[in-house]
């Protein structure tokens, strides 16, 4: 029995062998998320499905998704520090319509002055024009875990970190964060110095904010769970990660974009920062 084979023999096996595994792992991702359908956002995504039925999601423990005190928000009535807002003050949000603030929750952090940050207490920090022209029009500092509206889906703001125009840091000299969160009756997106950003969705995690029982004074017990999200919440983990790269594997060289929605995105905003940072030095 001939067991010898060529180098392109071998190739085509390899190839097919690969192509036919994954293959069949992405047909099995339609059975799998047709449960999930009913779960959906308004704006339904197979990619956000499938970065959570692969990746299993994000969540857990840790500090709420927040804005850092000092960043200006768009109300009716302009630009206004989001400290200084009330609750009723109407926001403008995505699609130019108005919405009445329902609550405004604080968290703070201190640390000593030699002390460093918990790394998961650092905010990130959105450069001016790091999306797009006057996109933010100032530095925003948001929670890693806030998600940022790319038009499409929500990205928490920890994905899209390239180390040029979106970087994990918090401001200088600061021993103390504090951290507001806006929440509507639905979960909205909003203008953070220009930049969309998400509401507050995961009621459960009132409990966490200093001010909660402003909350309750003014709407008693509602009840926890999650407002419908606004749009496709895309999260990513290392599992996912050398999922997509595995399945990569079989269509290399095939001229196929392989990369998630995310992964696309941050590529995108890590190359306008190249290029801005070109451009500032020439």
Known sequence: METDQTPS????????????????????????????AQASGRH?????????????????????VCLLRGTHIQTERGLVPIESLRVGDLIVVVGGATEPLKWIGR??????????????????????AAMAPDVPQRPVYL??????????????????????????EAPVDLDQLDYYQLEFDEHQVFFAEGLPVESF????????????????????????????????????????DK?????????????????????RVASKLKARALVLDSTDHA
Not at 11 to 25: E, G, P
Not at 107 to 119: D, G, I, L, P
Request: contains cysteine.
């Open 107 to 128: 968290k703070s952090y201190r640390k000593q002055t030699k002390e460093r940050w918990a790394r998961r207490l650092l905010p990130v920090r959105v450069a001016p």
């Open 243 to 263: 999922v997509i790269a595995l399945l990569r594997i079989g269509i290399t060289g095939l001229g196929v974009d392989a990369r998630d929605h995310v992964q």
């Open 201 to 240: 969705q995961a009621r459960d995690l009132r409990p966490n904010f200093d001010n909660f029982e402003e909350y309750r004074a003014l709407y008693g017990d509602d009840g926890g769970g999650s407002l419908q999200p606004f749009a496709p919440v895309l999260r990513r983990s290392r599992t996912s």
């Open 143 to 168: 929670s890693q875990r806030h998600s940022i509206y790319d038009g499409q889906a929500l990205i928490p703001a920890k994905y899209l970190v390239n180390r040029h125009s979106i970087s994990t």
């Open 44 to 64: 339904s995504s197979f990619i956000s499905d499938c970065l959570e039925l692969i990746g299993g999601g994000g969540g857990g423990g840790g500090p709420p």
């Open 9 to 36: 023999r071998r190739s085509f096996i390899r190839f097919s062998t690969i192509t036919t595994a994954k293959a069949a792992v992405l047909s099995s991702l339609p059975i799998a998320l047709a449960s999930k």
